[in-house]
């Protein structure tokens, strides 16, 4: 890139000329007017859901790429139209933006958002810039979703299946092993890459929607089941006991999670600590997988579909409580709560 180009600020080409740059990110076709408008197919439902990130807060240059940073952001809409069922439409994205940031970095920031948005045939769609003291992206995602496969929080029924679609806890590894470097000592080049990697460019899990609806499909054809199939979910942004608190506060109900069920990498044997281990999996967050609460005929048969990095990680009980236990009896039975994990204003 030209060095005078890469070194422009955004105060030099203002709203308009900013605009004009970043319009090559989006369809021709859509963009011009004062709203997008998004063609649904018939009988679906529109799934419409906003995610603001803050510089410091959520990215910051000490560890993520404006490119990292485009797809961490277009990742996380995506996972929540994953969390319910849906498929993606397009997105638009608000940005706010000192006037000292460079063009190129904007540039940048686009063109991660693009590459993680291509792989699943997804355009950014319109949206608004305008000055701030600090930089912050905030992304609306739009999706559809057939009303009868809706997900939500609320579904999950006494005797249903924990499931995960994937490892947690590596995207914090990730995170860590960029602040502090020299706890990676213990690893190879490649394992510390594949941690970063989690970290800076989670995979949202639109990929096991339509294994679900298969496996769904094939018992709803099985006499006198399809009354009884219930499915809950939601993704575990903010870590793996957030996601089954949620879902077990909205259902009413309350669970059993199992210590040595949970699906951990490979490497974190090599460098943590059990009690790290599991404190990164339960509340690092950011791993953007989803966790599903099924009949356990359809959890055994949908594991089996995923493979390696899904598992059955507990049930959902009666009552209240969310409990970890260790079938091993090495850690005590442990209630989990909110308060344990992440809180944006917490003291």
């Known amino acids: 890139m030209n060095s005078d180009l890469s070194s422009q600020q955004v105060k030099d080409i203002g709203e308009q000329g900013l605009l004009e740059r970043l319009q090559r990110f989006c369809p021709p076709e859509i963009i011009g007017d004062d709203a997008a408008v998004l063609e649904t197919a018939p009988g679906q439902s529109l799934v419409v859901t906003t995610d603001v990130l803050v510089e410091g807060v959520h990215f910051s240059n000490l560890t993520t790429s404006p490119e990292d940073a485009g797809w961490r952001a277009a990742a996380a809409n995506l996972s929540d139209l994953a969390a319910m069922g849906a498929s993606p439409l397009g997105i638009t994205v608000g940005l706010g933006l000192p006037g000292e940031v460079n063009v190129s970095w904007v540039e940048r920031l686009y063109q991660g958002m693009t590459e993680c948005l291509q792989k699943y045939n997804t355009p950014i769609v319109g949206g608004d810039i305008v000055r701030s003291p600090v930089t912050t992206l905030a992304i609306t995602a739009f999706g559809q979703v057939n009303p009868s496969q809706i997900i939500r929080r609320s579904a999950a029924v006494v005797g249903d299946a924990i499931v995960v679609t994937g490892v947690h806890g590596a995207s914090h590894a990730g995170l860590e092993l960029l602040l502090h470097p020299e706890l990676g000592e213990q690893l190879n080049d490649v394992e510390k890459t594949a941690l970063i990697r989690a970290h800076q460019r989670p995979q949202p899990r639109l990929d096991v929607l339509p294994i679900l ?25 903010d870590g793996l006991a957030d996601a089954i608190l949620q879902i077990c506060r909205a259902s009413g109900v309350g669970a059993v999670l199992e210590h040595r069920k949970i699906p951990l990498p490979k490497t974190f044997n090599h460098w943590l600590t059990e009690d790290q281990a599991l404190e990164y999996a339960l509340y690092g967050g950011e791993d953007f997988e989803l966790v599903l609460c099924l009949p356990y005929s359809l959890a055994s048969a949908f594991v089996q579909h995923l493979g390696e990095g899904t598992a059955i990680v507990g049930s959902i009980t009666s009552g209240s409580t969310v409990l970890l236990h260790d079938e091993q009896k090495k850690f005590p039975d442990q209630v989990l709560s909110l308060s344990q994990g992440f809180q944006h204003f917490g003291q």
Not at 217 to 228: A, R, T, Y
Request: aromatic share 8%; glycine share 4%; hydrophobic share 35%.
């Open 213 to 237: 609806w298969k496996i769904f499909d094939s018992q709803s054809k099985i006499p006198n089941l399809k009354s009884k199939i219930s499915l809950a979910g939601m993704d575990s942004s």
